[in-house]
């Protein structure tokens, strides 16, 4: 429905043209014959054609000159702008690099302003894609954004949406980080695409994340699904010039056609099961046919290659101008197009496979050909098993020469992290440290935030930092087995993500932990986005169930540092849950806050 909208806009738009051109002639036509016409009836016309262009004509430059301006756009900001001009209603995210910048580029947008589209963020993941899919339900557009193990914490609302399938289009975008440059592992999501068999959208370049974002859910709306779109850490961070398109309107309010849909009861599952399972070969046919996907046709059939996403830009590097000698499949839209694949089978003696992430399409062709072709990839060791790739590793793999590059000056050799000099945590673990001093040590289990810091020198307070919110179930754990007192790190937003739940653990069997909610009034990992449960921890944890008398709030302040040894240790002697809010603002979010205000 929306592409026969488009082509209908392009004939009405191109029709136009040719009517303002005829009228531009007539004009000619009785200047340069000087005809005498009626000057009642000549300015009458000439009025008409001014309202008229004024209507249509001046909407349609603009849209030109709008779509012939290129933006040099980040591709986290690409997919921001493709889905506010897809006609999207709603972006429900949680902060998470190298997702984050998606969600603020839309908070900052005009159009989004003026369209009033839902842009604040969400407690943590699965709240966000639950939410989304709600929007989504009342027929609306929306998106949801998040970092890769952000899908792990939302994976049972993706799994179970694929079975609803969609009313308005959602597009679930997540970014993974090969490398880990700024998580605790480097999961591909792609997986998570094939296990809930949904359509997976992998950009090879900005534009095409820009296309996909504003594309995207009309294909949800074609498959009735959520649709994915991965990127990962270099297409999101990386710069290049983007041409836009159209902005779409929204879709309006509208209920399902069928009124249990997103009924999930068994009888009902079942069915929508079996509806999945059948739309599988759709999703093939449109990954066959899809723009984004193509067999591109070399002379030496030495080698095929199979280039997915932004790994198809690395190979592009070194064959500028279409050079390339090796025939190449050329994938951004999955389930895998087995046409282009049994062609490049076909035709040529030995496959490489270049993916970004895990192996995932190279298993998948091993046991694809029943002739035994030979793939090479990340699990022969033609390219590195993990991290990564980049125009360098894929030359090496494609027995390229390749530049070494120069050695990095000491200048700016690798220092490790610290926390800010000033920074609240700091305080909070001096005085920890001393409490703790009287007890033997590995008692402090931390949760993912700027304190996580706490692992290194000269602080060394910490034990462990696993996954969001397993600070407070850990050191319960810990504390079944006999740890006691056992002693849980974590901050308020990763609190309000996934704490709470463990608190309500704790507490209902009562167990000899001390709860440690550093509040600094922000998430400042990812940049100093709003903590959802701003202002209301001691509520919160008193409507747990923590008792009041053992909840205490103190300023992390050098002058303060006696006073929160003092609660430390009485709160570690004591045999129950007890939580102590050392609560400061983040220092940078303060001085930005300041900065924005003036
Ligand atoms: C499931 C998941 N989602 C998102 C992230 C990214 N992330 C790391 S720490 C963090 C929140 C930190 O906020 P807070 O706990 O308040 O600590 P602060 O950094 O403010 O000290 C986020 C969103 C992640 N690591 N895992
Ligand atoms: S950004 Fe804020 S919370 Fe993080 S280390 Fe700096 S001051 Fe501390």
Redesign the pocket.
């Known amino acids: 429905m929306p592409m026969i909208r488009g082509i209908a806009r392009n004939l009405f738009f191109e029709a136009y043209i040719v009517f303002f051109l005829v009228q531009c002639s007539y004009f000619q036509f009785f200047f340069r014959t000087n005809l005498n016409m009626n000057l009642l009836f000549k300015t009458r016309l000439m009025q008409l054609f001014s309202i008229l262009n004024e209507l249509i004509l001046v909407p349609i430059l603009k849209l030109k000159i709008l779509t012939m301006q290129k933006h040099l756009f980040l591709g986290v900001e690409a997919i921001g702008q493709g889905a506010i001009d897809g006609g999207m209603s709603g972006v429900y995210s949680?902060?998470?690099?190298p997702s984050t910048e998606i969600t603020e580029f839309i908070q900052e947008n005009q159009i989004a302003e003026e369209r009033n589209i839902h842009r604040k963020w969400s407690a943590?993941?699965k709240t966000a894609l639950e939410t989304a899919l709600g929007m989504s339900y009342a027929g609306k557009r929306a998106m949801s954004c998040?970092?890769h193990?952000?899908l792990?914490?939302a994976a049972d609302i993706f799994v179970n949406a694929a079975m609803t399938g969609v009313n308005g289009g959602l597009v679930v975008t997540v970014a993974d980080d090969p490398s880990m440059h700024s998580?605790?592992n480097e999961q591909d999501s792609r997986f998570y695409g094939k296990f809930a068999m949904i359509p997976v959208l992998e950009p090879s370049s900005q534009q095409e994340a820009y296309d996909m974002a504003r594309d995207g859910f009309a294909l949800s709306e074609l498959t009735k699904v959520p649709v994915m779109l991965r990127i990962t850490t270099r297409l999101a961070h990386s710069r290049a010039g983007v041409a836009r398109k159209d902005v779409l309107p929204e879709n309006e309010l509208v209920m399902p056609t069928d009124p249990r849909q997103f009924i999930l009861l068994p009888a009902i599952a079942r069915r929508k099961y079996k509806g999945l399972l059948e739309s599988q070969s759709l999703f093939l046919k449109l990954s066959e046919e899809s723009e984004y996907n193509r067999y591109e046709e070399g002379t030496d059939h030495s080698l095929g290659i199979v280039a997915c996403g932004i790994a198809y830009n690395y190979l592009m590097e070194h064959f500028p101008g279409g050079t390339c000698p090796f025939s190449v499949v050329k994938v951004s839209q999955y389930p895998l197009p087995e046409n282009y694949i049994n062609r490049l089978d076909q035709e040529c003696d030995e496959i490489l496979v270049l993916e970004e992430g895990a192996p995932m399409v190279e298993e998948m062709l091993k046991g694809f050909f029943s002739n035994g072709t030979p793939i090479k990839g990340r699990l022969d060791g033609t390219l590195p098993r993990d991290g990564e790739l980049n125009p360098d590793i894929v030359a090496k793999a494609l027995g390229k020469e390749m530049f070494e590059g120069f050695d990095i000056p000491d200048v700016v050799a690798n220092r490790p992290p610290a926390l800010c000099v000033g920074c609240g945590?700091q305080d909070a673990y001096l005085a920890m440290n001393e409490a703790l001093a009287d007890y033997s040590k590995g008692r402090v289990f931390s949760?993912?935030?700027?304190?996580t810091l706490g692992a290194l020198p000269p602080y060394e307070t910490i034990s462990s930092c696993v996954?969001?919110g397993a600070s407070i179930t850990m050191a319960k754990g810990a504390a079944d087995a006999g740890l006691i007192p056992a002693v849980a790190m974590?901050?308020?937003?990763?609190?309000a993500?996934s704490g709470i739940t463990g608190l309500l653990d704790a507490v209902n069997e009562k167990s000899s932990i001390t709860i440690v909610i550093?509040d600094?009034e922000?998430?400042?990992?990812?940049g100093g986005q709003d903590?959802s449960a701003y202002g209301r921890i001691e509520s919160i944890c008193i409507g747990v169930g923590v008792d009041p008398a053992h909840i205490h709030t103190i300023v992390p302040l050098k002058k303060n540092h006696e006073e929160m040894v003092r609660l430390f240790r009485e709160e570690f002697a004591y045999n129950g849950v007890s939580v102590i809010i050392p609560r400061r603002e983040?220092i940078q979010r303060a001085s930005s806050r300041k900065r924005n205000k003036k």
């Not at 974590?490 to 609190?495: E, K």
């Open positions: 949680y902060p998470g690099t943590n993941e998040m970092k193990v952000g792990n914490v998580s605790q945590h949760d993912i935030g700027c304190y996954d969001m974590i901050g308020d937003s990763t609190f993500h550093s600094n922000s998430i400042s990992m990812t903590s983040c």
